[in-house]
């Protein structure tokens, strides 16, 4: 159960880089883009691929993020110079990725063009090489002894993958606050808001769409790259849902934590990608459930999000409204009296 | 300051719905001009200021501002010399970003927008130094959300908002009718105020026959997409109402005879 929990929360931080691009395209510039689809296996595409040719982990990495902000300022591209419809654009993205991503795997293969997996078995990631510094710290033994003494049975091989995941996710949460709140921030929030307004101002909002989806993207493939590099393999299948995946996430962290400000609600999708696995992590243990029920648990996961907050939001105005007419019908009853009916009505 | 010459603009060009939109316009405000423009729905009062605007492009014609021809500058560059209030309350503002985000973007229309910090402390207290000309009490408030506003107060940020870079030429396309009339009237005051402490050139639509008269020291009358009364500044001052719908039925009048002369030939 604990090593469960723990691997879905693992997953979820690296996911969350996900959550925050697909916030970013789907919240602030208010554009429902599909390109993530195929951007994050454009982006574990990239890494594995430079990775079995013998590049850096780290530089392999730092092309895939490269690439996926180019797919992402192609669909814009398609979006505000082709003007063809937001959906539109970003579906026929994903689909043409599809196919860019068979040839960069395939570049692996001296057999044919195409390829549809790459397994990283035993290849160098950015994850083994800091493994090799991590475990020299001796960190893993005191975690597991500490849970060892709570009574945990099954404790984790490694910390490390939590730890330093745990401090990209935050570097990068806090990049996206910085940047949402620079002049160039502000106008591209204004665009998903009130694009006349911002055009009036002297934005060139065609310019902000195509850069606002060049880094949503950028980040999809970096989550791609990173779990390509977690999961040891990148298949071509890997991104069918990722937009719902990362919608979940997106539309839990904020039922849960509200999204009052930016630095709030970015933080929400990254718990909302953490809680996704997890609820995802346990439906799976059900015995009757089979992992190729997946797509099918996560669709019900998201309707339940989309739904029960309208329902609980029912609820609590219904308990308030009962409560509010309660307290006026004994401040009326009290007063009934001697005191004048007007003050029956405070406000 | 702003030159409109021989500005020709059909809608649904080739079609049965063909309409001429704007009919041969030209105008000239100078330097601090404040004109007001009258007329009936449909009249292209709308179309000539978003012709200025650069929201829509003249299908013949040129567009001077500031002795700079801009009929072919994409509408987001001339902007940078534009301020604008739209008749909506809701168009002028971001609802989901905050007062003092919102007057940051402002503040950067005539800047190039970089990676530095929209909204620093300099800025903050210059917003809010601003912001205390409105008397709404709208700078205790910078970090609450536009959408929280009422539409008289965020009109008025709209307002603050155009004005804030003292562009070269001001737009206001009815800008109070979506209001009732104290906050109309409140906007207005306003109007008048934020415009004559930059001498801002400015266009006004309006449908308020008084608020043409009241604000501003020129005035014209269009129809059907031409300026048919062009009134200057000596003859504004003794302007009335009854004076105005004399003429405006004088010349309509005059304009109906015609036409039924042509249909009878």
Redesign the interface.
């Known amino acids: 159960m604990f090593l469960a929990v723990f691997g879905s929360v693992e997953q979820g931080i690296i996911y969350a880089i996900m959550a925050l691009g697909v916030y970013i395209s789907f919240r602030i510039l208010d554009f429902p883009d599909l390109t993530v689809d195929g951007s994050f296996v454009t982006g574990a595409a990239v890494a594995a691929t430079m990775i079995i040719l013998g590049y850096h982990p780290v530089l392999a990495t730092a092309s895939a993020v490269i690439i996926g902000f180019l797919a992402g300022c192609f669909t814009g591209l398609l979006h505000t110079k082709g003007k063809i419809n937001a959906l539109l654009s970003g579906i026929l993205m994903m689909i043409a990725l599809y196919s860019i991503n068979l040839r960069i795997m395939g570049m692996t293969s001296e057999s044919s063009i195409g390829r549809p997996n790459i397994p990283l078995l035993n290849a160098e990631t950015m994850f083994n090489q800091f493994q090799n510094f991590w475990g020299s710290l001796g960190i893993d033994a005191a975690m597991n002894n500490f849970f060892g003494m709570m009574g945990v049975q099954y404790l984790p091989s490694t910390w490390g993958t939590l730890f330093v995941m745990g401090i990209i996710v935050l570097l990068i949460k806090f990049g996206v606050d910085w940047f949402l709140k620079t002049e160039v921030g502000l106008a591209i929030r204004a665009t998903g808001d009130n694009k006349k307004m911002i055009r009036s101002l002297s934005a060139n909002t065609d310019t902000l769409i195509i850069v606002g989806l060049g880094f949503s993207n950028a980040l999809v493939a970096f989550s791609g790259a990173l779990i390509a590099q977690y999961a040891k393999f990148s298949d071509i299948g890997m991104g069918i849902g990722m937009i719902i995946i990362g919608l979940a996430s997106v539309i839990i962290g904020e039922a849960i934590f509200g999204t009052k400000t930016i630095v709030r609600t970015t933080l929400a999708v990254i718990a909302g990608a953490i809680i996704y696995r997890i609820v995802l992590g346990l439906a799976l243990r059900v015995d009757f459930l089979d992992t190729g029920d997946m797509k099918l648990i996560t669709a019900v996961i998201v309707i339940g999000a989309l739904i029960l907050p309208q329902y609980f939001e029912k609820r609590r105005e219904k308990n308030r409204k009962a409560k509010r007419h309660a307290e006026r019908l004994s401040t009326f009853q009290q007063s009934k009296g001697g005191a004048a009916v007007a003050e029956t009505h405070p406000d | 300051m702003l030159k409109l010459i021989q500005i020709n603009k059909l809608f649904n060009e080739a079609t049965p719905d063909e309409k001429i939109a704007l009919d041969q316009i030209n105008l000239h405000l100078n330097p601090g001009d404040f004109m007001t423009v009258i007329g009936s729905n449909g009249a292209g009062k709308s179309t000539m200021l978003n012709m200025i ?1 650069g929201a829509l492009s003249p299908d013949f014609g040129d567009i001077e501002i500031a002795d700079e021809n801009v009929t072919k500058l ?7 010399m ?1 301020g ?1 209030v ?1 008749q909506d309350p ?8 905050t007062i003092e ?1 919102n007057l ?3 503040y ?3 800047k190039k ?7 620093d402390r300099k800025r903050r207290e210059m917003f809010r130094v601003s912001l205390e000309t409105l008397h709404l009490n709208l700078e205790n408030r910078l970090n609450a959300k536009v959408g929280m506003l009422s539409g008289g107060e965020r009109q008025a940020l709209s307002l603050l ?2 004005t804030f870079t003292q562009p070269s030429i001001l737009l206001l396309d009815e800008h109070t009718a979506a209001l009732d009339p104290s906050r109309a009237e409140l906007i207005t005051n306003l109007t008048k105020l934020l415009v004559e402490k930059d001498q801002l050139t400015t266009l006004m639509i309006t449908h308020n026959m008084q608020q043409a008269l009241d604000l501003g020291n020129r005035l014209i009358m269009m129809d059907k997409g031409q300026i048919i009364l062009e009134i200057d500044e000596e003859e504004k001052k003794k302007l009335t109402i009854p004076k105005l719908m004399d003429e405006f039925q004088r010349i309509r009048g005059e304009k109906l005879t015609s036409d039924k002369a042509l249909l009878t030939v």
């Open positions: 605007s994409p509408e987001y560059k001339r902007s940078k534009i604008r739209f809701m168009a002028g503002t971001a609802p989901s970003m985000e940051a973007m402002a950067s229309r005539d927008r970089l990676l530095r910090n929209g909204v908002m155009a």
